[in-house]
T-cell receptor, first 113, second 114 residues
Framework: AQKITQTQPGMFVQEKEAVTLDCTYDTSDPSYGLFWYKQPSSGEMIFLIYQGSYDQQNATEGRYSLNFQKARKSANLVISASQLGDSAMYFCAMRATGNQFYFGTGTSLTVIP | DAEITQSPRHKITETGRQVTLACHQTWNHNNMFWYRQDLGHGLRLIHYSYGVQDTNKGEVSDGYSVSRSNTEDLPLTLESAASSQTSVYFC?????????????FGPGTRLLVL
């Protein structure tokens, strides 16, 4: 069975500091994709970053990077130089064979000025 | 620009009524999905479709139905609304091929069942 676990219901970070949001996953599929989405208070879901299971390097997109540890089945999101606008819910998701997406329960990030 | 829209954005209904939430995408994606979002549960899959005339049940499909008569639309019907179906509903679509392809989400529909 496919499963995504986010163990941090809420996180706080000081503005301009880096923060890591945890995500672990469980799948028996050899090929899978891992995604992070941001949901600000306005409610829309915004795609942030993608990591493929066979990608050799960790994904980066601007201030977002993904710390992918395949053996530990973890795909943590690192946000560098936090900004007030980063305050939001963050969801980790996995896409495996079958085209379905599996989501974690989310982490609420609050950036403190 | 391609987009995915949902209507209505807000809906109040009464227990026992039938409700239909619309989802329309112009990405020409074969895959479409309906999720509900509740505090502490993240996004849970209700129904999904991989193409015209194809529909499949997700994790929380009881009390919901969908139909896919064309590529662009996947309406979600609550057959007899219950208070437990008060939630925020998201429609999403994605390319059929490639694990790299993300889902694109609609803006959501807030449903209140009284």
């Amino acid at each position: 069975a496919q499963k995504i676990t986010q163990t941090q219901p809420g996180m706080f970070v000081q503005e301009k500091e880096a923060v890591t949001l945890d995500c672990t996953y469980d799948t028996s599929d050899p090929s899978y994709g891992l995604f992070w989405y941001k949901q600000p208070s306005s409610g829309e879901m915004i795609f942030l970053i993608y990591q493929g299971s066979y990608d050799q390097q960790n994904a980066t997109e601007g201030r977002y990077s993904l710390n992918f540890q395949k053996a530990r089945k973890s795909a943590n999101l690192v946000i560098s130089a936090s900004q007030l606008g980063d305050s939001a819910m963050y969801f980790c998701a996995m896409r495996a064979t079958g085209n379905q997406f599996y989501f974690g329960t989310g982490t609420s990030l609050t950036v403190i000025p | 620009d391609a987009e995915i829209t949902q209507s209505p954005r807000h809906k109040i209904t009464e227990t026992g009524r039938q409700v239909t939430l619309a989802c329309h995408q112009t990405w020409n994606h074969n895959n479409m999905f309906w999720y509900r979002q509740d505090l502490g549960h993240g996004l849970r899959l209700i129904h999904y479709s991989y193409g015209v005339q194809d529909t499949n049940k997700g994790e929380v499909s009881d009390g919901y139905s969908v139909s896919r008569s064309n590529t662009e639309d996947l309406p979600l019907t609550l057959e007899s609304a219950a208070s437990s179906q008060t939630s925020v509903y998201f429609c999403a679509s994605s390319e059929a091929s490639g694990l790299r392809e993300t889902q694109y989400f609609g803006p959501g529909t807030r449903l209140l069942v009284l």
